[in-house]
DNA sequence: CACCGCCATGTTGCATGCAGAAATGTGTCT
DNA sequence: AGACACATTTCTGCATGCAACATGGCGGTG
């Protein structure tokens, strides 16, 4: 299966060649690491000296970091780094499952290919020992075979643009299914939101193959929104929540 | 002072000071009206000669048009524009649909003030007596506030992530609610289409004031659909296609 | 003491020169 | 005649210098 790549690129991080993609890669993961904060503005010559790329291509990645949603232009001219509310997240994951049902409602009435089905069903047999084991190894191949299947879903929904709309949801922190999940894999919480998890992956194909989209639509918004429950576990165990990416970028403030 | 500026072109269009978004409108509406046609280079020289801009700006204003959908980054540097199908111009509708879907929960979910349920209702009332009467000037005012309706609602969702979204989404052409409409203002479908339109307005904020949101959703979802039934009749009569903005950006085989 | 204007500084926006790479055309060899 | 290698041209990506603008501090004045 070729899970691993624990050890991708040990010297520098970022094996691309341009300059932009270098300052893109690495602003994105100094901003979502905290080590600038919100409202915190990027001056230009600060970052090309710590980023080591020239002001152009650096000015190219802070334009596309803004359509990301990362940054803010202000009206003066430059950008600031911007906050996140908790409010922001629970609209991120509703507004991943309203487009994640999009797509499944979309593979179910546009009609699954035998082949696709069978990947599918083939993902979830891999999974299904998956969940009743807690070591952190099955944790990491349960999320590796999960991204699959929903790269899978994804694909057959068989819609460029709602792919794209989609990315642009996940381009935002907290958003992605994953992001939440992988910091509280021993607790026993865990461990039932998987065995959930699970069942929601079974239904979607059963009711893709029978198309009917409205099921597997509810079933897709359902399944996303186990990310909320697993962001009240991170929020109610206090210390889980640095480790996740980008939690530098919340306020705190027990809105909601 | 005012020393400099003296030639700055009166005339231009485009008001804006920065060389960026005059590159970045200049260059959205010549794609948009066909001057360059899909799959198209856009290289960077013959462009600068064209807009009067520097290589600098116009290279983040086509970042920025590559983040929005209208251009395509090769793998080997440079852009070309998009290629927009039919099935794509569905697509975009649909998504806008469930997003716009989602907005009207929301609003309904979260609670409508009284202020803006009012508001609401001001801009139905104001529409009621247009959707009978078919002089352009009528049509305006209709489109007008008709966007303003929506605006309000996207307003009550009180989600910026959503409204970014949406945004996404609306960047692309057809997305547009208004951008299929206003070529055949004078067909006697389209009053047809405005009457159901209205309904649907009305509708809307009848769910979202009694909080049902299920409602609210379809219903928005199926006045989005309304699109779909404008491009119909604009594919349907030859000619008309030529008015809407984008259009040479579609590929007409008669795929779907 | 408060407020206003001015200067100094830092910052962004822009233009252009240069280098490396891809694409294109040409000439030669088989 | 076709194909391959090489030269030329065009293009993108990058770095840097320059100018205008915004900002903040300082001094002067009411």
Known sequence: MAVGNTLRAPMSVHANRTQMTRALLSLRERILSGEF??????????????????????????????HEGLLRSLPAGGYVVREFTRADIRDAIEIRGVLEGTAARFAAERGASRRDLRALRTINDSVEPLVRRADYESFERYVALNEAFHERLLRMAESPLLRRTIEGVLSLPFASPSALVLQHAQLPESREILIVAHRHHVGLVEAIAQREGARADGIAREHARLSLTNLEIVLSHQGLLDEVPGAALLTLAPDD
Do not use: F, N, Q
């Open 37 to 66: 904060k919100p409202g915190d503005r990027m001056s230009e010559l600060p970052l090309v000296e710590r980023l080591g790329v020239s002001r152009t291509p650096l000015r190219l990645a802070l334009v596309s970091l803004e």
